[in-house]
T-cell receptor, first 113, second 111 residues
Framework: LAKTTQPISMDSYEGQEVNITCSHNNIATNDYITWYQQFPSQGPRFIIQGYKTKVTNEVASLFIPADRKSSTLSLPRVSLSDTAVYYCLVGDRLDNQGGKLIFGQGTELSVKP | DADVTQTPRNRITKTGKRIMLECSQTKGHDRMYWYRQDPGLGLRLIYYSFDVKDINKGEISDGYSVSRQAQAKFSLSLESAIPNQTALYFC??????????FGPGTRLTVT
């Protein structure tokens, strides 16, 4: 499974766009990139998943360059409720290890008024 | 109602006691997982199951056992609890698009 590297923490203000970049230099051809959000004392929640180019849903956008060695989660106009830890994961949907997810330390996003 | 539920939500137990954490899901997923999370660390996989007949060890299975009683139920047991098993435990299921759905967690304290 490809290792991921993210910033440990980020600060932002309400209404700003936040971009969190994740490095995954050893990503394999069959790997997808998935982001999760976790609030204190709650289980992680799936945000978005992509393979290449750009994916957008009602919550966020995910930008993946052509070489796929990194990805950027973009949160538009953040609010205080977006304060959470964000995890970037890389893995093959059908891998023989049962699709287990390797969670790194994640990025702790703090949104201030 | 929540798709993935865990009981109990909080538990304090003593060293050497046997304890079981239970997980139920209504999503109809075959794949289920148990993780633990310690302060400042990410989630670490304890056990996972593809279906009721398939159980696999994760990266930190020592000191734990599991039982998959049915597609919807996956239990985690600590045979003889020790203080360094104090952690937040999460159960999760996996959907067809590889997304995982986590339960609310069980906060376990071993004294």
């Amino acid at each position: 499974l490809a290792k991921t590297t993210q910033p440990i923490s980020m600060d932002s203000y309400e209404g700003q766009e936040v971009n969190i970049t994740c490095s995954h230099n050893n990503i394999a051809t069959n790997d997808y990139i998935t982001w999760y959000q976790q609030f204190p004392s709650q289980g992680p929640r799936f945000i978005i998943q992509g393979y290449k180019t750009k994916v957008t849903n009602e919550v966020a956008s995910l930008f993946i360059p052509a070489d796929r060695k990194s990805s950027t989660l973009s949160l538009p106009r953040v609010s205080l409720s977006d304060t959470a830890v964000y995890y970037c994961l890389v893995g093959d949907r059908l891998d023989n290890q049962g699709g287990k997810l390797i969670f790194g330390q994640g990025t702790e996003l703090s949104v201030k008024p | 109602d929540a798709d993935v539920t865990q009981t109990p939500r909080n538990r304090i137990t003593k060293t050497g006691k046997r304890i079981m954490l239970e997980c139920s899901q209504t999503k109809g997923h075959d794949r289920m997982y148990w993780y633990r999370q310690d302060p400042g660390l990410g989630l670490r996989l304890i056990y996972y199951s593809f279906d009721v007949k398939d159980i696999n060890k994760g990266e930190i299975s020592d000191g734990y056992s599991v039982s998959r009683q049915a597609q919807a139920k996956f239990s985690l047991s600590l045979e003889s609890a020790i203080p360094n098993q104090t952690a937040l435990y999460f159960c999760a299921t996996r959907g067809d698009l590889d997304e995982q759905y986590f339960g609310p967690g069980t906060r376990l304290t071993v004294t």
